[in-house]
């Protein structure tokens, strides 16, 4: 069975390029070669409702320290 999995934003943006040039604004991010995907946030709380945020994924985001700023997923 499928499992529904709902990420908190550390920190979320109004638009896209908003979220995107957070990401490239980020020297961490900058150094690193990590793969990401910008989402839009649809779940239960309304406090980041419509709001868009990057998402980093693998261990190698932790080993360069993205989780500091933004969200993982491993």
């Known amino acids: 069975m499928a499992?529904?999995?709902v990420i908190e934003p550390v920190k979320s943006?109004?638009?896209a390029a908003n979220?995107?040039?957070a990401v490239e604004k980020c020297s961490a991010a900058k150094e690193s070669k990590?793969?990401?995907f910008i989402t839009e946030?649809?779940?239960p709380t309304e406090?980041?409702?419509g709001r868009f945020f990057p998402v980093f994924v693998g261990m190698?985001?932790?080993?360069d320290g993205l989780h500091h700023h933004f969200n993982v997923i491993g």
């Open 3 to 5: 499992f529904m999995m």
């Open 13 to 15: 943006y109004k638009t």
């Open 19 to 21: 979220a995107l040039m």
């Open 34 to 36: 990590c793969r990401f």
């Open 41 to 43: 946030y649809m779940g």
């Open 47 to 49: 406090k980041h409702q």
């Open 60 to 63: 190698a985001a932790i080993e």
